[in-house]
């Protein structure tokens, strides 16, 4: 299995609340990505990363933030969660090849 | 922008019978990738097969293959003998063949398939 992890795995938190969640992988791969599961509409986009401190969004970006400052890590802020977030929300690397490798996943309960 | 349609929510099978899930996509490229995921209760996402655009011939893995048309857009994954273990839910995507560059490996989702498997 791809070494990826995400940290929390769960929380929850109140409306209003900035909320940091944590991808890390220890594969080296460039790619990057933050998507977000919902029923009724599958795994949807949120923002990706092609390198180091290279961003971009995805088709559910607002209300989100990302950053990378080092290969391995990759970080989602909601600055200020609401509850049209709870969600669950997956992490994915790709090196470039056609396959994305999957982190663990992490739900996200916002009260 | 591409779009990923599975029009089964769910889907239910007699155990070690065969079942086929439906997907359509809309994109106006001519060269991209096919995937069907499997999500168990543990929520990881695990790559069943997957199909390129360009390749006429239909991809199998084991018991799992894919009946690929083109120009339907339409791409159904088929499930023999099917087994407990089964049971999942069940994602189709999307991914452009773009080389390289900054939209490198964008996913795009259908809403999914819960498959049952009976005893």
């Known amino acids: ?111 | 922008a591409q779009t990923v349609t599975q029009s089964q929510p769910e889907m239910s099978v007699q155990e070690a019978e065969t079942v086929t899930l439906s997907c359509t996509y809309d994109t106006s490229e001519s060269d991209y990738y096919l995937f069907w995921y499997k999500q168990p209760p543990s929520r990881q996402m695990i790559l069943v097969i997957r199909q390129e655009a360009y390749k006429q011939q239909n991809a199998t893995e084991n018991r799992f293959s894919v009946n690929f048309q083109k120009a339907a857009k339409s791409f159904s994954l088929k499930i023999s003998d099917s087994q407990l273990g089964d049971a999942a839910m069940y994602f189709c995507a999307y991914r452009s063949f773009l080389a390289g560059g900054t939209s490198y490996g964008k996913l795009t989702f259908g809403q999914g398939t819960i498959l049952t498997v009976h005893p």
């Open chain 1, 1 to 111: 299995d791809a070494g990826i992890t995400q940290s929390p795995r769960h929380k929850v938190t109140e409306t209003g609340t900035p909320v940091t969640l944590r991808c890390h992988q220890t594969e080296n791969h460039r790619y990057m990505y933050w998507y977000r599961q919902d029923p009724g509409h599958g795994l949807r986009l949120i923002h990706y990363s092609y390198g180091v401190k290279d961003t971009d969004k995805g088709e559910v970006s607002d209300g989100y933030s990302v950053s990378r400052s080092k290969t391995e890590d990759f970080l989602l802020t909601l600055e200020s969660a609401t509850s049209s977030q709870t969600s669950v929300y997956f992490c994915a690397i790709s090196d470039g090849g056609d396959e994305q490798y999957f982190g663990p996943g992490t739900r996200l309960t916002v009260t």
